[in-house]
């Protein structure tokens, strides 16, 4: 298997809209809980399309949405020490710029696009913490229509409330599985 289209399907796997939304909270009171955390991740999300939509890979926008002492699990890694484990802003910053450069370089130069079918995706927010977790997948394709990428994965992102009332994201936990064609 092609280890940059891993690289792309991860990178995009964070900007799955969500189709369903939980609160273990009752009343307008959990509601307006879910609509805020629907809200941040719906932020997320824009800043990885953003991302993935700029040749300069600047990864540092999305970076912000991340805490300091944050933790990615990655299905796959740059190197041979993380195993796809990265801790902290910096070196998950780093990970979403090489990703996004080797969509480009995979890319050719040749403009692409994705799109997203969810299965299932869901919200939930327990006192400071909001949930952001289900199914999905999606096609990466050469603006051409030729299918690139494939992908079916599961994601649970977690986000908590910072000293300011912000939510960051704490855990990033990816899992996918990926059809390259010709692979």
Same mark, same amino acid.
């Given at each position: ?92 910053? $780093?990970?979403?710029? !090489? /990703? ?7 890319? %050719? +130069?040749?403009? =692409? *696009? ?15 913490? $909001?949930?952001?977790? !289900? /199914? ?7 603006? %051409? +229509?030729?299918? =690139? *990428? ?34």
């Amino acid at each position: 298997m092609n280890v940059i289209a891993r690289l792309l399907v991860l990178a995009l796997a964070v900007a799955t809209p969500a189709v369903a939304s939980s609160s273990n909270t009752r009343g307008n009171k959990g509601r307006d809980k879910i609509a805020e955390a629907k809200a941040f991740f719906e932020q997320v999300e824009t800043a990885v399309e953003g991302l993935m939509n700029d040749p300069s890979c600047d990864s540092s926008k999305l970076a912000g949405f991340f805490a300091d002492d944050a933790v990615l699990l990655a299905p796959i890694s740059f190197d041979n020490d993380s195993d796809g484990i990265l801790e902290g802003k910096e070196a998950i910053q $780093a990970y979403y710029k !090489g /990703a996004c450069e080797a969509a480009y370089i995979v890319a %050719g +130069g040749v403009p =692409f *696009v994705f799109s997203v079918d969810q299965h299932a995706a869901w919200y939930d927010v327990v006192g400071n913490t $909001a949930i952001h977790y !289900g /199914a999905s997948n999606f096609d990466v394709t050469y603006s %051409g +229509g030729t299918d =690139f *990428v494939t992908e079916l994965g599961h994601f649970t992102v977690i986000a908590q409330k910072d000293r300011h009332g912000n939510y960051k994201i704490t855990s990033d936990n990816q899992s996918t599985m990926v059809d390259v064609p010709g692979n």
